[in-house]
């Protein structure tokens, strides 16, 4: 198991996004443009990530 933290940034606003695209910003906990967020690299994550990779940017801690 990796225990490696990816942090992830909303840069492009969620709005006028479709219903799926709004449920993966807010399942990775991103509300506003700007927040960031630090979580655990697991397929589940890298699965939202995948869907709003347009909206975020992610770095690799």
């Given at each position: ?11 492009k ?49």
């Amino acid at each position: 198991m990796s225990n490696q933290k990816i942090k992830i940034t909303l840069i492009k606003s969620k709005f006028g996004r479709g219903a799926k695209q709004l449920a993966c910003v807010h399942g990775l906990g991103l509300r506003r443009i700007n927040q960031t967020v630090e979580l655990e690299d697991t397929p589940a994550i890298k699965g939202m990530i995948n869907k709003v990779a347009h909206l975020i940017r992610v770095e690799v801690i």
